[in-house]
């Protein structure tokens, strides 16, 4: 799940063509927290996604659904 959330915020920052320094700076995170973030070494907390979203400009719902659908129906954490 951390990979594909990943890969999902790195497309977003990419598409909005946005440095890891500049949207770092947006919400308050070091940049090598960032890269950590890109890289699946981290995974954010549900207030860091959200600032995310807001600096990526689109709702956490659209990253939130993108992974529901990566990940596939039968997909738990829980088991």
Known sequence: MQQTLSSIIK????????SISL????IGMTK???AD???SIKDPQLSTL???SEA?????SVIV??????????FSLVN
């Not at 497309?11 to 946005?18: A, T």
């Not at 949207?23 to 947006?26: A, L, M, T, V, Y």
């Not at 990526?56 to 956490?60: Q, R």
């Open 11 to 18: 497309k977003y920052r990419i598409e909005r063509n946005k």
């Open 23 to 26: 949207i770092s700076d947006e």
């Open 32 to 34: 090598s927290m960032w």
């Open 37 to 39: 973030l890109e890289k």
């Open 50 to 52: 959200w600032r995310i």
């Open 56 to 60: 990526l400009d689109i709702p956490l």
């Open 65 to 74: 659904i993108e992974l529901e659908n990566a990940l596939g129906e039968g």
